[in-house]
C-alpha cells in the first residue's frame, strides 16, 4: 500500500510529519466474445483488449483450442487472459449418444447425456451431461480429454464451469427420468462443480490455471444457492454477466446488482474472489445509442471497484445475441475507448 | 520557538490507476507570521519619500511531499495554511 508523507520544517528546522496510505487497485481487463465464438483478433487488434471469453462443451472432441481456432493459442500466448466456459451442455442436436476416445493411450467409454437443461415451456430442451453422471465418475474421460488438449496450450486460462447455471435451471432440470426443481438442481451442480474442479485440481495443471462457476446472476436466491463457502474455496473467481436491456437501465445499476446480492449473502471467502465479467451487452432495440452506454461504463466500474466488495477484475463484452454491436464499428470503437481510459490501464 | 503542526488527508483512499488523486494539507506554526514593513524616507527639511513595502515571514515553513511508490505530487495551491497536491493513481 503506497503511502505519501508531508513534512513541516519551520526555521529552525523544527519539523512536523503526517501520512496517509491509499489503495491503487490493478488494472481492470477489458475483454470481448464475438458471436460464433469466431476469431476476433482483427477486431480487437490496436485496441486495449486484453480478456476473452471462448465457449466449449465438454463433449465436443476439440475443446483446447477448438476445432480450426489456432488464433486462440495466439491470442493466448500474446497475453490475452482467456476465460473458458466448459459446458456439460451438449451443443450438437444431432449426435448426442455414446462416445468411446482415447486420450494418452486410455480409452474412455462416456454415456450419452442423460439430463435435460433450460427447460423453456415450449422450446427445446437441450441435453446436458448430468450432474448424477458427472458424480458417478461416468465423464472422467470428458475432463481427461479436454485436460490433455489444454496442456498442449502453452499458457494457462480460467475454467468457468457452465455459462449460467441459473439459465441451465430456471425451470427446472430432469435427469434419468427424474425431475428437479431449480433449487434442487442448483444444489446437485454445487455438487457436480465440486467434483469437477477436484478432478482438475488433483492433476498436474498448466501454470496460471484458475477456476469459476458460471451465473447469468439474475436471482438472487440461485446466486446464493450456487457459492457456498466450501466450493468457492475451490474457486478463484466470482462470475456474472451483465445486460442493459431497458432504455432506463445504468451501467452502474446493472454492474453492481449481483454484487450487492453477492456482499449481503456471500461468505468471506467468496467475498475474497475477484469478479470475472464473462458476459457484459447493451441490447440495441432498447437502447439503440450503444456507444453512448459503453461509455459509461469504466467510471461505473471504477466507482463499484472503489466500493467495499469484491473487486471487478475483467469485463469481457458479448459482441452477440443481447449485445449485437449495431453498427459494429460505432459499438467497437467505443468500446476501444472505454478500455483506453480508467479503471482499464 | 514553537513546533510547526500539520496533518494530511486524502478522499477516497481507493483509486483506480490513472485516476486523479488529491492531498489536502492542513499546516501551521504559532511562530509563523507574515508582516507588512512599510518604510518612508523623510529628510531633516519633512520631506517625504513615497511609501515603499516589503513583506517578511517570520519563521516561514517548508513543506515536503514523498511518496514511497515514487509517484511524484504537484502543488495545486498553497493558501499559506492548507495545501493541495496532486498525482496519478
Same mark, same amino acid.
Given at each position: 500500500?503506497?503511502?505519501?508523507?508531508?513534512?513541516?520544517?519551520?526555521?529552525?528546522?523544527?519539523?512536523?510529519?503526517?501520512?496517509?496510505?491509499?489503495?491503487?487497485?490493478?488494472?481492470?481487463?477489458?475483454?470481448?466474445?464475438?458471436?460464433?465464438?469466431?476469431?476476433?483478433?482483427?477486431?480487437?487488434?490496436?485496441?486495449?483488449?486484453?480478456?476473452?471469453?471462448?465457449?466449449?462443451?465438454?463433449?465436443?472432441?476439440?475443446?483446447?483450442?477448438?476445432?480450426?481456432?489456432?488464433?486462440?493459442?495466439?491470442?493466448?500466448?500474446?497475453?490475452?487472459?482467456?476465460?473458458?466456459?466448459?459446458?456439460?451442455?451438449?451443443?450438437?442436436?444431432?449426435?448426442?449418444?455414446?462416445?468411446?476416445?482415447?486420450?494418452?493411450?486410455?480409452?474412455?467409454?462416456?454415456?450419452?447425456?442423460?439430463?435435460?437443461?433450460?427447460?423453456?415451456?415450449?422450446?427445446?430442451?437441450?441435453?446436458?451431461?448430468?450432474?448424477?453422471?458427472?458424480?458417478?465418475?461416468?465423464?472422467?474421460?470428458?475432463?481427461?480429454?479436454?485436460?490433455?488438449?489444454?496442456?498442449?496450450?502453452?499458457?494457462?486460462?480460467?475454467?468457468?464451469?457452465?455459462?449460467?447455471?441459473?439459465?441451465?435451471?430456471?425451470?427446472?432440470?430432469?435427469?434419468?427420468?427424474?425431475?428437479?426443481?431449480?433449487?434442487?438442481?442448483?444444489?446437485?451442480?454445487?455438487?457436480?462443480?465440486?467434483?469437477?474442479?477436484?478432478?482438475?485440481?488433483?492433476?498436474?495443471?498448466?501454470?496460471?490455471?484458475?477456476?469459476?462457476?458460471?451465473?447469468?446472476?439474475?436471482?438472487?436466491?440461485?446466486?446464493?444457492?450456487?457459492?457456498?463457502?466450501?466450493?468457492?474455496?475451490?474457486?478463484?473467481?466470482?462470475?456474472?454477466?451483465?445486460?442493459?436491456?431497458?432504455?432506463?437501465?445504468?451501467?452502474?445499476?446493472?454492474?453492481?446488482?449481483?454484487?450487492?446480492?453477492?456482499?449481503?449473502?456471500?461468505?468471506?471467502?467468496?467475498?475474497?474472489?475477484?469478479?470475472?465479467?464473462?458476459?457484459?451487452?447493451?441490447?440495441?432495440?432498447?437502447?439503440?445509442?450503444?456507444?453512448?452506454?459503453?461509455?459509461?461504463?469504466?467510471?461505473?466500474?471504477?466507482?463499484?471497484?472503489?466500493?467495499?466488495?469484491?473487486?471487478?477484475?475483467?469485463?469481457?463484452?458479448?459482441?452477440?445475441?443481447?449485445?449485437?454491436?449495431?453498427?459494429?464499428?460505432?459499438?467497437?470503437?467505443?468500446?476501444?475507448?472505454?478500455?483506453?481510459?480508467?479503471?482499464?490501464? | 520557538?514553537?513546533?510547526?503542526?500539520?496533518?494530511?488527508?486524502?478522499?477516497?483512499?481507493?483509486?483506480?490507476?490513472?485516476?486523479?488523486?488529491?492531498?489536502?494539507?492542513?499546516?501551521?506554526?504559532?511562530?509563523?507570521?507574515?508582516?507588512? *514593513? !512599510?518604510? %518612508? =524616507?523623510? @529628510?531633516?527639511? +519633512?520631506?517625504?519619500?513615497?511609501? #515603499? $513595502?516589503?513583506?517578511?515571514?517570520?519563521?516561514? *515553513? !517548508?513543506? %515536503? =511531499?514523498? @511518496?514511497?511508490? +515514487?509517484?511524484?505530487?504537484?502543488? #495545486? $495551491?498553497?493558501?499559506?495554511?492548507?495545501?493541495?497536491?496532486?498525482?496519478?493513481?
Amino acid at each position: 500500500m503506497p503511502r505519501v508523507t508531508v513534512t513541516v520544517r519551520d526555521a529552525t528546522s523544527k519539523t512536523a510529519t503526517a501520512s496517509v496510505a491509499y489503495t491503487v487497485l490493478p488494472p481492470v481487463l477489458g475483454g470481448y466474445y464475438l458471436s460464433g465464438g469466431a476469431d476476433p483478433t482483427a477486431d480487437m487488434a490496436g485496441g486495449n483488449f486484453r480478456s476473452l471469453t471462448q465457449y466449449r462443451s465438454f463433449a465436443d472432441a476439440h475443446i483446447f483450442p477448438g476445432y480450426q481456432r489456432q488464433w486462440l493459442v495466439t491470442l493466448g500466448r500474446s497475453g490475452v487472459q482467456i476465460n473458458m466456459v466448459l459446458e456439460l451442455k451438449h451443443y450438437g442436436a444431432s449426435d448426442t449418444g455414446p462416445q468411446t476416445f482415447t486420450v494418452d493411450g486410455v480409452k474412455y467409454t462416456v454415456p450419452a447425456p442423460a439430463m435435460t437443461i433450460q427447460q423453456r415451456p415450449g422450446a427445446v430442451w437441450p441435453k446436458a451431461y448430468g450432474y448424477g453422471q458427472v458424480l458417478a465418475g461416468q465423464c472422467d474421460g470428458l475432463f481427461a480429454r479436454a485436460l490433455s488438449q489444454y496442456r498442449t496450450m502453452g499458457f494457462g486460462v480460467n475454467i468457468q464451469l457452465a455459462s449460467e447455471l441459473d439459465t441451465d435451471h430456471e425451470f427446472g432440470t430432469t435427469e434419468a427420468g427424474k425431475a428437479y426443481t431449480w433449487a434442487e438442481s442448483d444444489a446437485r451442480a454445487v455438487q457436480a462443480m465440486t467434483y469437477i474442479v477436484n478432478w482438475f485440481r488433483a492433476k498436474g495443471l498448466p501454470q496460471g490455471t484458475t477456476f469459476s462457476v458460471g451465473l447469468g446472476g439474475f436471482d438472487r436466491a440461485c446466486f446464493r444457492r450456487t457459492h457456498p463457502e466450501a466450493l468457492m474455496s475451490r474457486l478463484d473467481y466470482l462470475q456474472w454477466n451483465v445486460y442493459a436491456t431497458s432504455a432506463g437501465h445504468t451501467a452502474l445499476e446493472r454492474f453492481r446488482r449481483t454484487k450487492d446480492w453477492a456482499v449481503a449473502d456471500l461468505g468471506p471467502v467468496a467475498l475474497s474472489r475477484p469478479v470475472l465479467i464473462a458476459e457484459w451487452g447493451v441490447r440495441v432495440v432498447e437502447i439503440p445509442d450503444q456507444a453512448a452506454w459503453i461509455a459509461t461504463v469504466p467510471a461505473a466500474i471504477a466507482r463499484l471497484n472503489a466500493e467495499r466488495g469484491p473487486f471487478i477484475a475483467r469485463t469481457n463484452y458479448f459482441n452477440s445475441g443481447w449485445g449485437t454491436l449495431s453498427p459494429k464499428a460505432a459499438g467497437l470503437a467505443a468500446l476501444r475507448a472505454a478500455y483506453a481510459r480508467p479503471p482499464y490501464g | 520557538m514553537a513546533a510547526p503542526t500539520v496533518n494530511v488527508s486524502m478522499n477516497p483512499t481507493t483509486y483506480s490507476p490513472g485516476e486523479q488523486m488529491l492531498l489536502t494539507v492542513n499546516y501551521g506554526d504559532p511562530d509563523n507570521q507574515r508582516l507588512t *514593513l !512599510t518604510i %518612508t =524616507v523623510a @529628510d531633516a527639511q +519633512g520631506n517625504r519619500s513615497a511609501p #515603499v $513595502s516589503v513583506t517578511a515571514v517570520i519563521d516561514p *515553513l !517548508t513543506l %515536503t =511531499v514523498t @511518496d514511497d511508490s +515514487g509517484r511524484t505530487w504537484s502543488r #495545486v $495551491s498553497d493558501s499559506g495554511s492548507v495545501a493541495v497536491y496532486r498525482a496519478v493513481a
